[in-house]
């Protein structure tokens, strides 16, 4: 065995492991950027921890063999330039970098999206910035739940504090009323 398929197999092995644990996927074809550009949203995808690789096509397409993504669906975007952007916490992190850096007109131009992969279910390029990226983050649903559980607490305090506040206005009511005459 040579160098070169060793090295190939190694590739391939990272990609199945990347799929693997990835949560989302998003594949992007990236050949209108420049290397500044390029190098901008690597930076981007480094900070939201997201794991971008420019791949070749025929060692994805080895990576997936036998997987739930060896479909027409997902293997029909494997031309031309490909990187993948994986995410491994929250699925729609790489979808937010990716919808907020395509914002500019001319990198709208330069990156498109072909597809997007959420747990084996492969959603079209354009439904990636439409439903990926606006779904709310880890995070955000941590704020949801814990606004959810404070809400019946938040009320019964509510509920408390209001007899003896309406008995305070009250006597000042009558106070203001005696002061008057």
């Known amino acids: 065995m040579n160098s070169t398929h060793a090295g190939k197999q190694e590739q391939i092995d990272l990609i199945k492991g990347n799929f693997a644990r990835a949560t989302a996927a998003v ?6 950027l420049n290397v500044a550009r390029t190098t901008q949203l690597r930076n981007l995808f480094r900070k939201a921890g997201v794991d971008y690789r420019v791949v070749k096509n025929t060692l994805v ?3 997936i063999a036998g997987t ?3 479909s027409d669906k997902f293997t029909k975007n494997l031309v031309g330039q490909t990187g993948i952007a994986w995410s491994y916490e929250d699925p729609s992190t790489a979808a937010k970098v990716l919808r907020d850096f395509r914002k500019d007109e ?3 131009k ?4 072909k597809c997007g992969v959420i747990e084996s279910q492969v959603l079209e390029g354009s439904r990636v910035e439409t439903e990926l990226a606006t779904m709310p983050g880890k995070n955000e649903i941590r704020a949801m739940l814990l606004a959810q559980l404070l809400a019946p607490a938040q009320s019964l305090v509510r ?9 305070s206005y009250v006597l000042d009511a009558r106070k203001r009323q005696l002061e008057s005459k």
């Open 68 to 70: 739930p993504l060896d």
């Open 159 to 167: 509920q408390l504090n209001a007899a003896p506040q309406n008995l």
């Open 27 to 32: 594949l992007v074809d990236f050949r209108g």
């Open 106 to 108: 001319i990198v709208a």
């Open 61 to 63: 397409r080895k990576a």
């Open 110 to 113: 330069g990156l498109a999206i």
